[in-house]
């Protein structure tokens, strides 16, 4: 069943980001090639370590001091943002995922035509799981 994304939702510790209206929780892992002499002609791999991005897009709000405000102070003072959700249907925690997360970018973004802009990127440290 296929789920319209305007139900989406971005938690901070159970709390919801503001004015957030795009996300991305993007899973990778690092391919390992362990071919040998053995392998017959045909590559081998594994898996090795996993690690996850997280974008985020959507309307800057400077009063969201639980969400916004909290992640751009844990990007100025290089600290750990922890429990960063991003879910399919907000009211559901089986459809998301979530991790701790630093902060590699955070964008505002004001043009005079519209409204300011807010871009933020997070890498995942420690364990991926889905909520409960």
């Given amino acids: 069943m296929a789920l319209p994304g305007k139900h989406a939702g971005v938690l ?7 004015e957030i209206s795009e996300a991305t ?8 090639d362990v071919s040998t ?5 045909w590559r081998e791999r594994i898996l090795n370590l996993r690690d ?9 709000d400077p009063t969201d ?11 100025l003072a290089q600290e750990v943002v922890e429990d960063i959700q991003v879910r399919a249907d ?3 925690p ?5 991790c ?9 973004n004001p043009t005079v035509e519209g409204a300011v802009a807010v871009s933020i990127t997070l890498q995942s440290t420690g364990p991926i799981t889905v909520p409960a």
């Fill in 94 to 98: 089986s459809t998301g995922l979530e």
């Fill in 100 to 108: 701790d997360a630093v902060v590699e970018t955070f964008e505002i």
């Fill in 37 to 41: 002499f053995d392998s017959d002609g």
């Fill in 65 to 75: 001091t639980t969400g916004q405000v909290q992640i751009r102070d844990a990007q």
């Fill in 12 to 18: 901070k510790g159970g709390t919801a980001i503001m």
């Fill in 90 to 92: 907000a009211t559901d």
């Fill in 52 to 60: 996850a991005t997280i974008s985020l897009s959507g309307f800057y």
């Fill in 25 to 32: 929780f993007t899973i990778n892992g690092e391919v390992v």
